[in-house]
DNA sequence: TTTTGTGCAAAGCGTTTGCAGGCAC
DNA sequence: GTGCCTGCAAACGCTTTGCACAAAA
């Protein structure tokens, strides 16, 4: 919690007990939650915070380069406390967005800048399928 | 035109001139439009046309596996009538998105597979950065 | 005290839906 | 002639904005 404080501290945003809340939820979860989600999972800490507040400042967090937004082909955007770029897996049963934490991606970054003569700042990657869990229900 | 007729009727759609339209548009350009823009090139020839059935058309297609959806991180969807899977490359100068032709994909899929036991259906990839073009113009 | 953030309600915007008339087949 | 498609307008859902009050620095 602290360590929170000090990381909005230390990009200049004010310290308020809804932004510590909001990256706090995306610190700690592995779900890539939506704007929405965050806040339904904050109704029972903070029932007066609005969903405004859970907007404007996922797009604080986002401009300090805290938090990182993606779209999966879902209505609503994602977001993650991982702001590396690394690929997603979503699975097509139970709609989990997954991490994909190692892979050789400088390599394939490399190639593709050498070959199209454009320069790469960061990407975004996503897997399409059904996870592990899924696969044995089925 | 008559083989974007033969496609609809291999897909037991029924061939309208909106229809035609619109996917010809997506077959034609490069540029990976949205809903919107489509709108705004039929105007000329199609000026009855409704936003509307540009929706539900590109639903139709969608459905039909003749066109793919995807979103690079802006308000709206684009559109491309190429339906294999392949990366686009996104340039934050001119937010104009390109498609990367040849890569060495079958690897990175079974890589992944291998390391995460998901059974990969497809992928969506977007490299961004700034194109040739944009590189020259600084 | 000054500056910035929060909460509410309303607006905005891309997309979807319901329905009546029209067209493909 | 039947059933699906189109066009219009209204509705929908996610996100943003304006403003008054509250809290942080």
């Not at 602290?2 to 990009?11: M, N, R, V, W, Y």
């Not at 999966?72 to 955007?77: L, N, Q």
């Amino acid at each position: 919690m602290q360590h929170i404080a000090e990381l909005l501290k230390a990009h200049k945003l004010k310290v308020t007990p809804q932004r510590i809340a909001i990256f706090k939820i995306l610190y700690d979860s592995k779900e890539h939650p939506s704007a929405e989600h965050i806040y339904k999972c904050l109704q029972e800490t903070h029932p007066t915070m609005s969903l405004a507040t859970v907007y404007k400042t996922l797009d604080t967090l986002k401009k300090a380069e805290l938090v990182q937004e993606f779209n999966v082909g879902e209505d609503s955007f994602r977001y993650d406390a991982n702001i590396k770029a690394h690929p997603h897996m979503i699975c097509l049963e139970c709609h989990k967005v997954f991490d994909l934490a190692t892979m050789k991606l400088e390599n394939l970054k490399k190639y593709v800048e050498e070959d199209t003569d454009f320069e790469i700042m960061y990407e975004k990657i996503f897997f399409y399928g059904v996870c592990a869990d899924c696969k044995k229900n089925k």
